[in-house]
């Protein structure tokens, strides 16, 4: 699984980062980011929580 954060719809509300730490960081921005694109299989889970908690639909996972 890639995930990838589209800069232009993230509100910088911080879920994504509270859900799924080890993928998904704030910027100096304060926008989202991601510390790899690549997500472990453990993380799968957790990452996909993530972008369901993402009010704007931010988080692309392919
Ligand atoms: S949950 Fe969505 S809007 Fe909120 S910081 Fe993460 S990517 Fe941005």
Do not use: N
Not at 42 to 56: I, N, R, Y
């Amino acid at each position: 699984m890639i995930a990838q954060v589209e800069k232009d719809a993230c509100i910088g509300c911080g879920a994504c980062a509270s859900v799924c730490p080890e993928i998904f960081v704030m910027d100096d921005d304060g926008l989202a980011t991601t510390l790899q694109e690549q997500v472990p299989e453990d993380l799968e889970d957790a990452a996909q929580e993530a972008a369901d908690s993402c009010p704007t639909e931010a988080i692309i996972l392919s």
